[in-house]
């Protein structure tokens, strides 16, 4: 699991985010990081505090974890801090082998005392088997509605970025099912 090995392991995504920024001309201002379990742990406790200074802005949504930091945080920038949000979802009950509730609490609290926006989601009743929920809760909060074909006809130049950002949530998704070790 990535935060098993969480300092070496935020190399070596920050490594593909580089390449991937490069690969697809993505901008530093429209990375989403998501991740589930030990995925949102790894996001929240080592990839963001390292790596921070890879993201101009963005957000992260993370679901059933997502503690405060275990490696030295950089300075957050004031601008990344304005221009990503982060939301915590994390059953109630996500209590039972490892408290993932109280592990979103102290993050959401961490990154609030930094100046990031941080919301947290925690439905009563829920526990860490979050079937069916990812793809409601991404889509309220990381991916912004999808312009239709004439919107985009109407504004080319901005066809290539939102052509990147699909790309990049495919990216996103791939990430996603590696850190939660599918």
């Known amino acids: ?74 300075t957050f920038t004031p601008g990344l801090a304005a221009d990503f949000p982060m939301h915590w979802y994390t059953g109630a009950s996500d209590t039972d082998d490892f408290d993932a509730l109280g592990a979103a609490r102290a993050g959401a609290k961490w990154y609030s005392g930094r100046g990031f926006e941080t919301s947290l989601e925690s439905p009563a009743g829920v526990g860490h088997d979050l079937s069916g929920r990812f793809c409601a809760q991404c889509g309220q909060r990381a991916v912004p509605p999808h312009p239709t074909l004439r919107e985009l006809a109407e504004r080319p130049r901005d066809l290539a970025r939102d052509l990147a950002r699909e790309v990049h949530l495919s990216a996103a998704e791939h990430l996603l099912d590696v850190g939660s070790g599918r």
């Not at 190399?11 to 998501?34: F, G, H, M, P, T």
């Not at 505090?49 to 030295?72: A, C, L, M, T, W």
């Open 1 to 74: 699991t990535w935060w098993e090995n969480g300092a070496a392991n935020a190399d070596y995504v920050a490594d593909l985010v580089n390449s991937l920024k490069r690969q697809y001309n993505l901008e530093s201002k429209d990375i989403w990081l998501v991740g589930f379990s030990g995925g949102a742990q790894f996001i929240t406790q080592f990839y963001l505090p390292k790596h921070s200074n890879q993201i101009d802005g963005g957000g992260s949504v993370v679901f059933g974890g997502g503690g405060s930091p275990r490696v030295k945080a950089n």
